[in-house]
């Protein structure tokens, strides 16, 4: 059946097609050791066997680019012809000389747009073989002519950028020192006054030698509190205190607590005067 087997063939044709991909993105040793992962092993040689020219068209593409590359870094390049416009490569030659290239454009005429790179080479062979062509850089190289002038016109007029650094330097020094702030008071607010208070009264109690356990029974404190206070410097206190609710959110409710503990005599139960306090609005 076409498309299922082939004569003479080890393997099928969809099988092949894995082998011929492999090969052309990874080569040899890398295409098959990723073979083997794919369940579909393969030897180096037998990938590398399937890699074969593509057909060079008799004609040029609309739009043709040029490039060189290295066989052999430092040592032997060659010439890489593409269809812009298909992103594909039609053919490959063995060195990157003018000759070489106009040889290929006069036998393979109907290139419209030659991109290419800033060699002068290249350029001489476009001219030469295809004089009506439209010659055009790509876009790496046109950024890396304007990085070169961008350099050359700093390079020509550093003294003149240096004149301008050392003026902007100059100002910048002579300008009138900024005004100092007045220090930070925290507001002297019932929460913080009682904080520094409590702070002041732990502590001469503990310079005193007392204990955790004696200075709370003494203050009506919890231990944890006392440690606290023990432990913490006076500033992260009166910040924690600053930070809290301020204690004028029962100020509209005052006269409400008064009448209350007024009418019964200071026994009042807490969670009763909450609710109380919530249903006017607290």
Not at 71 to 92: A, K
Not at 95 to 105: G, K, N, S, V, Y
Not at 221 to 243: N, P
Request: aromatic share 6%; glycine share 6%; proline share 6%.
């Amino acid at each position: 059946m076409e498309g299922l087997t082939s004569r003479y063939a080890r393997a099928g044709p969809g099988v092949t097609t894995w082998w011929r991909a492999v090969a052309l993105a990874l080569g040899g040793r890398p295409g098959m050791r990723l073979c083997r992962v794919l369940a579909v092993p393969s030897g180096r040689a037998r990938l590398l066997a399937l890699l074969h020219a593509p057909p060079v068209p008799d004609r040029s593409p609309r739009v043709l680019g040029v490039d060189d590359f290295a066989f052999r870094r430092s040592r032997t390049y060659g010439t890489i012809l593409l269809d812009v416009e298909s992103s594909t490569v039609i053919d490959v030659l063995p060195d990157r000389t003018a000759e070489t290239l106009a040889a290929w454009l006069t036998a393979h005429p109907g290139a419209q747009i030659v991109c290419r790179d800033r060699d002068s080479g290249y350029s001489r062979a476009v001219r030469g073989a295809a004089p009506d062509a439209i010659e055009v850089a790509d876009r790496w190289h046109l950024l890396q002519n304007l990085a070169s002038a961008v350099e050359k016109a700093c390079h020509q007029h550093r003294s003149c950028l240096r004149k301008r650094a050392e003026d902007e330097a100059g100002r910048t020094r002579q300008q009138p020192p900024l005004p100092e702030l007045p220090p930070f008071e925290l507001p002297r607010t019932q929460m913080i006054e009682r904080t520094r208070h409590r702070y002041q009264d732990v502590h001469r109690l503990v310079d005193a030698g007392w204990t955790i356990s004696a200075i709370a029974r003494r203050l009506h404190l919890d231990r944890k509190t006392v440690r606290r206070f023990r432990d913490t410097g006076l500033d992260q206190l009166l910040a924690t205190a600053h930070d809290r609710r301020p204690a004028g959110v029962l100020e509209p409710f005052k006269a409400c607590i008064n009448d209350r503990f007024a009418e019964a005599d200071g026994q009042v139960s807490g969670s009763r005067l909450f609710l109380e306090l919530q249903a006017r609005g607290y």
